[in-house]
């Protein structure tokens, strides 16, 4: 069984990674087994706070305002709009709420003074609060803490290496320097990135390598395959190869024993039997619910049979409607 007991480099990360997958899948099962309950698999719903109109240039992003991508910028959403579709992931029994705003940083004002009022009211309905909001300092990242943010999203999404072929307008050390600022106001780092956008399966490794470096490991790992999104530069992208998404949710697992890793974007064009794989391979939590940020995600219906299949531990759900809309 492989140890952490220093940090993972490259070359000790591709040794895992490159097994023969058998005994690359037998590992991460040990780990998983030996830091985990298998039967939990954590449900979070996403929310897009914010939609649209961002001034990065992110190559794979359909909310950039460079790409003509037909997706309509919204104004910040309001408190009680938040809070109530908070309930409602709450009542089909997610148990985190993430919050996505297309913003290149956060800024004072009473936008952000908004976005603390969502994170206090989500969190006193006893769920853990994620946010992604971009750039972000130190006391900013305190503010957010004050008012009960569980994670702080902020994703490497590739290698330092490769990074530069998908965005411009902000380095890979600004990334680690908001990592920094998450960590140091004591919310746990939620951060990992997206497969299939031209990278190789060199580069995903060194994604890893790069995280296995911050001060804090992450708390959560999502791993995301490409959505390609018409408009954006990435459109014609293929897909991910399966057994390659496998392997490194494997690795990914064998790095970090205590994480959760999440099987992220791109579960509508994967088949049951590829979901079931990554599970084995170590992923213990989905996004939850039909929708991600602006793209689709399989029906929270379709999501609890396969939980029920895989002998998944559901808690009851913690509304009274009993129907299929609420309590899947
Ligand atoms: N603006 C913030 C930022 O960039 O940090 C937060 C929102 S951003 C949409 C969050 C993450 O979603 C990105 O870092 C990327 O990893 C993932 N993502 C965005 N578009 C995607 C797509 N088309 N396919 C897969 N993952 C995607
Ligand atoms: C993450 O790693 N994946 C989520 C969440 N963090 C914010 C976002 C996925 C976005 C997929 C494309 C879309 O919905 O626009
Ligand atoms: Fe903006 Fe985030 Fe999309 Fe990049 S990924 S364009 S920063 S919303």
């Not at 590992?27 to 929310?47: G, K, M, W």
């Not at 939620?190 to 994604?207: F, N, Y």
């Not at 530069?233 to 690795?251: C, D, G, K, W, Y």
Request: charged residues 25%.
């Amino acid at each position: 069984m492989v140890e952490r007991t220093t940090t993972w480099t490259f070359e000790a990360l591709w040794d895992v990674y490159s097994q023969p997958l058998l005994e690359l899948l037998y590992q991460a099962q040990q780990v998983h087994r030996r830091f985990h309950d298998p039967r939990d698999i954590q449900r979070c719903t996403l929310l897009s706070i914010k939609t649209g109109g961002c001034p990065e240039d992110c190559a794979y992003c359909a909310q950039s305002a460079r790409y003509d991508t037909g997706v309509k910028p919204t104004p910040l959403l309001e408190v009680e709009e938040v809070v109530q579709k908070a309930r409602e992931a709450k009542a089909r029994g997610a148990t985190r709420f993430c919050m996505g705003a297309a913003w290149r940083e956060v800024r004072e004002g009473p936008q952000f003074e908004r976005v603390l009022e969502m994170v206090r009211r989500v969190a006193a309905l006893g769920m853990e609060v994620c946010v992604t909001l971009g750039m972000l300092t130190e006391d900013q990242a305190r503010r957010l803490k004050e008012a009960g943010l569980t994670a702080y999203n902020h994703n490497l999404d590739t290698s330092r290496e490769f990074y530069s072929r998908i965005i411009t307008t902000r380095t890979y050390d600004d990334r680690i320097r908001t990592l920094k600022a998450v960590a140091r106001a004591g919310i746990a780092i939620c951060s990992g990135g997206i497969i299939g956008m031209g990278e190789t399966e060199e580069d995903r490794v060194r994604m890893l390598a790069e995280l296995a470096k911050l001060e804090m490991p992450p708390e959560s790992i999502p791993i995301n395959c490409l959505i390609p999104i018409p408009g954006t530069p990435l459109e014609h992208a293929p897909p991910v190869e399966p057994l390659q998404l496998v392997r490194l949710i494997a690795t990914a697992r064998i790095a970090f024993p205590t994480a959760r890793v999440r099987l992220s974007a791109g579960r509508t064009r994967m088949s049951k039997e590829l979901q079931v794989l990554c599970f084995v391979a170590g992923a213990n939590s989905i996004f939850y619910g039909e929708k991600l940020l602006t793209a689709p995600n399989p029906a929270a219906t379709e999501d609890m049979q396969l939980l029920r299949e895989l002998g998944a531990t559901i808690s009851a759900p913690s509304c009274e409607h009993g129907s299929d809309r609420c309590c899947p």
